[in-house]
């Protein structure tokens, strides 16, 4: 059983609140960048498979062409495909971390049974700031809003690159042609 949270009984009430307001915008801020994020790779992850077939359909253009046109439909492709694997680590589901539910059970039965009087919003705050969970939930929404921005920013310079390929590829058609 989790031990209820060291607060002190001197803590200002109004400070002790603008703390947990304070965590609670900060998750709030993590969360929608983080869900932003997954939103922006689901619609580049819905357009990848497209332009992936597209240049399918078409690879008997490059092959009536030479070495050079090849490789930069393949190059083309691959990226195509690491855009999408990036894309897919932006949208993949991941735990979330709130703070500890148990502790709050605790301090709830602690208050219930005649328990500290006036600490319930530093507890709150303590849950958020210095709890007794595994996981910091602010640090972890933090994390959690970085990791899909790196897979998100690595999906667009994959992405960038295959543009450059495709551009590189229709430019060697055309002088050929």
């Excluded at 709030?28 to 869900?35: H, P, T």
């Excluded at 083309?76 to 703070?99: D, H, I, K, N, T």
Aim: charged fraction near 15%; include cysteine; charge should be positive.
């Amino acid at each position: 059983m989790t031990a209820v949270s060291p607060v002190s009984p001197s803590l200002d009430p109004d400070e002790v609140a603008a703390f947990t307001e304070q965590a609670r915008w900060l998750l709030g801020v993590f969360g929608a960048a983080s869900d932003g994020i997954g939103t922006r790779a689901g619609v580049l992850l819905g357009f990848i498979p497209v332009a992936f077939t597209l240049l399918i359909a078409n690879l008997s253009v490059a092959g009536h062409h030479d070495r050079l046109a090849k490789v930069e439909l393949i190059a083309c492709l691959v990226l195509l495909a690491a855009s999408a694997v990036c894309c897919l680590g932006a949208v993949f589901v991941r735990e979330v971390s709130v703070p500890d539910r148990r502790q709050l059970v605790d301090q709830w039965n602690s208050y219930t049974r005649g328990g500290m009087r006036g600490l319930a919003h530093a507890q709150i705050a303590h849950s958020f700031l210095a709890g007794d969970s595994k996981a910091d939930p602010l640090a972890h929404a933090a994390g959690e809003a970085r990791s899909r921005a790196r897979w998100f920013k690595s999906a667009v310079w994959c992405l960038v690159l295959a543009t450059i390929a495709l551009a590189a590829l229709g430019i060697n058609l055309v002088i050929k042609a």
